[in-house]
T-cell receptor, first 111, second 115 residues
């Protein structure tokens, strides 16, 4: 079946530090990959996505590249801000319109 | 454009009581999803609707959970009777159509606490 594994948090960084949140997946075929973000007290929001191998999704300074050879979709940002503090979820959709989520990674950015 | 609306935002009930959650998707979105998110975990799909038809309800505990989407717009998820283990956040999402890579738009969720 489909599964998503992401690094456990919390991840605590100082402002302007480099961020990487690892995400690997297991799926048959060619899934689409997503990063969703959940800010405190709010619902899940799409951050970025990639629908085929080698695609790079990007938004708000965040990037992730769909690596089929390593079944990974790691999230990166060059310089985090306090406002990036949130929970980040990696997810896949394997042509069934059903998102399979990882367990989430809490990011805390300190001034 | 208004987002996905859910109500109530919070609900506290005693075990064995019934509870219902309501969702209004984004206008024009034919596909509607209900997810359950346990504390510290990612959401898990309970049921998916295409218009008024439930096309994937394999993860819905049918002995106590039921859902409907009359007229293919609003949807209601019900639990009767609730158990302690049902405490979670219930999320509703919608998307425009089927197919891989479609973005799902989530509501704020209903946080349920069963005592």
């Amino acid at each position: 079946g489909n599964s998503v594994t992401q690094m456990e948090g919390p991840v605590t960084l100082s402002e302007e530090a480099f961020l990487t949140i690892n995400c690997t997946y297991t799926a048959t075929g060619y899934p689409s990959l997503f990063w969703y973000v959940q800010y405190p007290g709010e619902g899940l929001q799409l951050l970025l996505k990639a629908t085929k191998a080698d695609d790079k999704g990007s938004n708000k300074g965040f990037e992730a590249t769909y690596r089929k050879e390593t079944t990974s979709f790691h999230l990166e940002k060059g310089s985090v801000q306090v406002s990036d503090s949130a929970v980040y979820f990696c997810a896949l959709d394997n042509a069934g319109n059903m998102l399979t989520f990882g367990g989430g990674t809490r990011l805390m950015v300190k001034p | 454009e208004a987002g996905v609306v859910q109500s109530p935002r919070y609900k506290i009930i005693e075990k064995k009581q019934p509870v219902a959650f309501w969702c209004n998707p984004i206008s024009g979105h034919n596909t509607l999803y209900w997810y359950r998110q346990n504390l510290g975990q990612g959401p898990e799909l309970l049921i998916r609707y295409e218009n008024e038809e439930a096309v994937d309800d394999s993860q819905l505990p049918k002995d106590r959970f039921s859902a409907e989407r009359l007229k293919g717009v609003d949807s209601t998820l019900k639990i009767q009777p609730a158990e302690l283990g049902d405490s979670a956040v219930y999320l509703c999402a919608s998307s425009t159509r089927q197919g891989p890579g479609q973005t799902q738009y989530f509501g704020p969720g209903t946080r349920l606490l069963v005592l």
